[in-house]
């Protein structure tokens, strides 16, 4: 069992930078897992945001995000992070962090199996 615990959201102004971390804890370490960034605005479906692939490190983007976020990752620390700049009001969402027993990444929900349990991003105008 994998327990993921994200920290980092806030109030922010539109225009400001914010960074997310997810910290890993349980069974096994980061190794192994795709490692993913989703968001859920009220009243939306959850939104994949970015991800990372555990074989290469290599990373995606939705397209809204695309040239303002960065996915990263240290595997030694057990930390997954999120830097977001240019917050623009429409990121406001509570983030989630997640984790697939897979070398590669999904954009789908269903694809993951650890889930943590939301930092809330409020960027105001």
């Known amino acids: 069992q994998l327990q993921l615990v994200e920290s980092g959201g806030r109030l922010v102004q539109a225009g400001d930078s914010l960074r997310l971390s997810c910290a890993a804890s349980?069974?096994?370490?980061?190794?192994?897992?795709?490692m993913g960034w989703f968001r859920q605005a009220p009243g939306k479906e959850h939104e994949f945001v970015a991800g990372?692939?555990?074989?290469?490190?290599?990373?995606s983007y939705a397209d809204s995000v695309k040239g303002r976020f960065t996915i990263s990752r240290d595997d030694a620390a057990n930390t997954l992070y999120l830097q977001m700049n240019s917050l623009k009001p429409e990121d406001t969402a509570v983030y989630y962090c997640?984790?697939?027993?897979?070398?590669?990444?999904?954009?789908?929900?269903?694809?993951?199996?650890?889930w943590g349990q939301g930092t809330q991003v409020t960027v105001s105008s």
């Open positions: 349980g069974r096994g370490t980061f190794s192994g897992y795709a």
């Open positions: 990372i692939r555990w074989i290469d490190g290599r990373t």
């Open positions: 997640a984790a697939r027993s897979a070398p590669l990444v999904s954009t789908d929900v269903q694809g993951y199996d650890y």
